[in-house]
């Protein structure tokens, strides 16, 4: 059993756990993930690892409340123990001294995208980060990305904090000031990955992605994470999660990411009425 040693609400439906787990915080290296279970009925639930303390022995997560299993782990506490993990998984980022690096979180990718920072900020790169949020509220970890980052830039699609617009209007206006950029790594929903992939490959700037295509055992067993780059199969939990973003059909993982839509509305609804009977 896994214990929840700490909990924080970091904003609206987003949840950090510290979660006691000494094999896995032995061996976490930046842009792995575990695959976690609530108890033994539950789903398996891909996450990053968002920090690992190997003298503690405990690592950290944090996850964004988007349907049954994620709504669910959410009403955990302090005390309470998951039944499953397993990790890390997935190849680590590939940490190297390059120049100057653009980081970009979008929305709760900001949680997947810090531990990289941080690594590529200690390998001595100059690291420009740039985090956006559809709101003010919706912002997290501008503190920790703030020290992670040589600079850092926000945005918000509605304007309430930062700059007014997406991350990539702050990509473009970096690109056009003309300072080399040698390598640019985006994580957050697919739609704002593929955006900044059109938009670096215009420039011919290096992008990397850390895809979060549907998993289920996380170990290259069932093909159910199988993405098309350049043409070819790869499995995100072994091949990835980490990208080239040039080749990348990002289309068909949209596609892909939308296959169980229905099942999932399903699934939040039976566990919603569930809920509602249970506390009366
Ligand atoms: C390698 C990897 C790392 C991830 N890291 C994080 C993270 O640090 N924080 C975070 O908030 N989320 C992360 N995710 C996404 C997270 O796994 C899903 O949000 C979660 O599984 C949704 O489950 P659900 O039952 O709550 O929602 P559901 O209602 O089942 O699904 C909601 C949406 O989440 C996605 N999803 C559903 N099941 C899976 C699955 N088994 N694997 C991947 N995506 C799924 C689908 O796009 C789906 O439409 C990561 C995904 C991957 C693959
Ligand atoms: S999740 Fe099964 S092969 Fe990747």
Partial sequence: MFKI????????????????????????????FIVLKIDEYGERI????????RDKGTISIIFQEVGKSTMQLGTLNEGDCLSDIIGPLGCPTKIEKVGRVVTIGGGVGTAVIYPITRSL????????????????????????????????????????YGRHGLVTDELKRLIDEGE????IFAIGPVIMMKAVSNLAKQYNLKTM????????????????????????????????????????DFD??????RIYLNEERLSIERYRERECRRNG
């Fill in 209 to 248: 992605v850390s895809l979060n295509s549907i998993m289920v055992d996380g170990t290259g067993m069932c093909g159910c994470c199988r993405v098309t780059v350049k043409g070819r199969t790869k499995f995100v939990c072994v091949d990835g999660p980490d990208f080239e973003a040039e080749g990348v």
């Fill in 252 to 257: 068909e993982l949209m596609n892909r990411q």
């Fill in 180 to 183: 080399k950029i040698d390598l």
């Fill in 46 to 53: 891909p996450l990053t690892i968002y920090e690992y303390t």
């Fill in 5 to 32: 040693l700490a909990k924080k609400i970091l904003a609206s439906g987003i949840k950090l756990f510290e979660i006691e787990a000494p094999l896995v915080a032995r061996k976490a290296l930046p842009g792995q």
């Fill in 121 to 160: 900020k200690e390998a001595n790169n100059r690291v420009t980060s740039i985090i956006g949020a559809r709101t003010r509220e919706l912002l997290i970890l501008k503190e920790e990305m703030e020290k992670a980052s040589d600079e850092l830039f926000i945005t918000t699609d509605d304007g309430s």
